[in-house]
């Protein structure tokens, strides 16, 4: 077997959160090495405390099995941290799709992170494009998504933050 | 067989789990990271850090667990639960980090010790009076810990500087969410403004503690305080709240959370944490 096949398999296991998204297309799938009958996949966790690591951890397994590995290894890589500059181009296609703002560039910084006390950048809505939208929360049914509302169509909708 | 979600494998027979819902069964956070300690790093000062960090996160998630469904607003319940649920996570990364050294597991860290083996500051022991003290204790604990993850960033032990990495992205918007809300009510009405500086005042006795030198100062372990105090005062400008005059709250016989000595609230919290757990000692999740 080749690295290929057991990359392409890998990089098509959805997302147990935004199943429309594969672990590829987040940029959650870090690398997959083959060495005979042993494939190890490499993930980096998007959140410290995302309850999803552990379903996508099985399913990576799962479906290298079937493909035929006998011994899959899952491995946690903790740095360098996720950040939603990793989510492709197909990916952020597919956000839009599913009505939820893809994120902006991650803020970049030399020195100690900043305090902000207003709200952030304004996000462009994933149903009209208006870029009238107000954030509603900051937080949203991931810690991943903040929350909106589009001022134009008035639909509320979510975004990926941008960390 | 689909092959369009996760959840179709959950009832196959041929996996070695023995799951039986989405989100049961826990891995090891840790899990297929190098956990070997670098040379010139002491194992005991190191776990014992770990400790205190990740009992920070954990009792303090629960704390901020018990006001699921007393929050004002659907908004701020979703909030605050994912700002629980990325403690929780810190909490179980830095547990786990603690167990690889000593030995034993996370799960035993967290519900098989006793109130004096805890190493969590005071500071997350206590049930918040309103929703102003819960805004007033976020901020405090957030910025005191985003400023000594930065500084963990480059810790001795690479296993802690890639936890505390992660977690500098969190707790930044911790930080920004109770900031707003603390300018929000210190800005607002006379009565939110009382409220809020009540709660600051409240809380201040404990904020002393944080800056405790606790362990082996080869892991950088202080955050610095003078920039910690820049972030808040500028919090407090902005809300017109005055910074609090009031006395630290006294260590016993010099023993505060770090060294095992904690407040009454402690145990509530612990009862209710480990009741499961020492209840159905040998079962799994």
């Known amino acids: ?163 | 067989m689909s092959d369009d979600t996760p959840y179709d494998h959950l009832s196959d027979e041929d996996g070695d789990d023995h799951r039986w819902a989405f989100g049961t069964g826990f891995t090891d956070p840790l899990q297929g990271v190098d956990t070997t300690i670098p040379a010139g790093v002491d194992p005991q000062a190191l776990a014992t850090y770990c400790l205190m960090l990740g009992d920070d996160a954990l009792v303090y998630s629960h704390r901020l667990q018990q006001w699921m469904t007393h929050m004002p607003e659907l908004e701020e319940e979703t909030a605050l639960a994912n700002i629980a649920l990325d403690l929780l996570g810190q909490a179980r990364l830095l547990l786990a980090r603690a167990a690889t050294i000593l030995d034993t597991t996370e799960d035993r860290l967290a519900f098989f010790r006793t109130e004096r083996e805890f190493r969590n500051v005071r500071l997350v022991e206590h049930r918040d009076a309103d929703f102003a003290e819960l805004v007033a204790r976020l901020l405090i604990f957030s910025a005191w810990r985003l400023a000594l993850f930065e500084r963990l960033g480059t810790s001795r032990d690479p296993v802690l500087a890639a936890i505390a990495g992660k977690a500098v992205k969190e707790l930044t918007y911790h930080r920004d969410y109770a900031a707003q809300w603390v300018v929000r009510l210190g800005d607002g009405t006379e009565v939110s403004r009382t409220k809020v500086q009540t709660a600051l005042n409240a809380v201040w006795p404990l904020v002393d503690e944080l800056f405790r030198p606790c362990t082996d100062p080869a892991l950088d372990a202080v955050a610095d305080r003078a920039e910690v105090d820049v972030v808040l005062d500028t919090v407090f400008a902005t809300a017109t709240l005055e910074r609090p005059d009031v006395a630290p709250r006294a260590a016993v016989a010099g023993s505060t959370g770090r060294d095992g000595v904690h407040t009454e609230a402690l145990g509530y919290v612990l009862a209710e944490l480990q009741s499961i757990a020492r209840s159905y000692p040998d079962a799994e999740w």
Do not use: N
């Not at chain 1, 893809?102 to 305090?115: D, E, F, I, M």
């Not at chain 1, 902000?116 to 996000?123: D, V, Y």
């Open chain 1, 1 to 163: 077997m080749v690295t290929t096949t057991a990359y392409a398999i890998a990089a098509q296991v959805p997302d147990p959160e935004l199943p429309q998204l594969t672990l590829e297309d987040l940029g959650i799938l870090r690398g997959v090495d083959v060495d005979g009958d042993t494939v190890t996949a490499t993930i980096t966790p998007t959140y410290s405390g995302c309850p999803a690591m552990r379903e996508i951890s099985e399913d990576l397994t799962h479906r290298l099995r079937r493909a035929g590995y006998r011994d899959v290894r899952v491995r946690q890589q903790l740095t360098p941290a996720w950040t939603s500059d990793w989510i492709t181009e197909p990916g952020r296609a597919k956000l839009t799709a599913a009505g939820i703002a893809p994120p902006h560039a991650a803020p970049t910084r030399s020195g100690r992170v900043p305090l902000t006390l207003t709200s952030r950048a304004r996000i462009a809505c994933p149903y009209c494009g208006s870029q009238q939208t107000t954030q509603t929360a900051q937080f949203s049914g991931t810690a991943c998504k903040a929350l909106h509302r589009c001022s134009a169509c008035h639909e509320p909708f979510e975004s990926v933050k941008a960390i």
